[in-house]
T-cell receptor, first 110, second 112 residues
Framework: QKEVEQDPGPLSVPEGAIVSLNCTYSNSAFQYFMWYRQYSRKGPELLMYTYSSGNKEDGRFTAQVDKSSKYISLFIRDSQPSDSATYLC??????????FGSGTKLNVKP | DADVTQTPRNRITKTGKRIMLECSQTKGHDRMYWYRQDPGLGLRLIYY???????NKGEISDGYSVSRQAQAKFSLSLESAIPNQTALYFCATNEPGGYGYTFGSGTRLTVV
């Protein structure tokens, strides 16, 4: 069983839609959670990070962690064509080793 | 200049050839990493280095070797390339206790 599972998509939505991206994990020791955005032919860029359970909001983006369910989410409000990218979740127990999901490809249609 | 620079950006090589991928960073971090990315498999750790004298194998190190020439430079070598090493390779760096990596733009390697 993989440490982190993520639906690869692709996910196609119209501009302005609310997007929900999700990951599940198996290791209850994970307490640091991150979302990366990766544009085509580029390296991943850190988008958001959270510690333990709860929500964190940054502009149109909200990261949510439910440790009891071992489930994390990234919500994108008012999605834009420029949000079209692959989104990877990542997590760690201690910052020494990070585990990545396989990424969800998002396409926002104008 | 980019914080993490990888060369080359693209490379096609033949089976059995030795190839080196290079990475340099200007972040001043001690920690550096090499990952490969394959469709459906995500990012997998090949090697990592927490400082110049500390090099560790990741989950898929077989067939690869690394050299940490300086704090800023970390090279990945494929001793004898094989087709299933065709992938996108990323170098990354972070600071201890830091949430995120800074990644390079990647090297697309094709082994024919």
């Amino acid at each position: 069983q993989k440490e982190v599972e993520q639906d690869p998509g692709p996910l196609s939505v119209p501009e302005g839609a609310i997007v929900s991206l999700n990951c599940t994990y198996s290791n209850s020791a994970f307490q640091y959670f991150m979302w990366y955005r990766q544009y085509s032919r580029k390296g991943p860029e850190l988008l958001m990070y959270t510690y333990s359970s709860g929500n964190k909001e940054d502009g149109r983006f909200t990261a949510q962690v439910d440790k009891s369910s071992k489930y994390i989410s990234l919500f994108i409000r008012d999605s834009q064509p420029s949000d079209s990218a692959t989104y990877l979740c990542a997590m760690s127990a201690d910052f020494n080793k990070f585990y990545f999901g396989s990424g969800t490809k998002l396409n926002v249609k104008p | 200049d980019a914080d993490v620079t990888q060369t080359p950006r693209n490379r096609i090589t033949k089976t059995g050839k030795r190839i080196m991928l290079e990475c340099s960073q200007t972040k001043g971090h001690d920690r550096m990493y090499w990952y490969r990315q394959d469709p459906g498999l995500g990012l997998r750790l090949i090697y990592y280095s927490f400082d110049v004298k500390d090099i560790n194998k990741g989950e898929i190190s077989d067939g690869y070797s690394v050299s940490r020439q300086a704090q800023a430079k970390f090279s990945l070598s494929l001793e004898s390339a094989i087709p299933n090493q065709t992938a996108l390779y990323f170098c990354a760096t972070n600071e201890p206790g830091g949430y995120g990596y800074t990644f390079g733009s990647g090297t697309r390697l094709t082994v024919v």
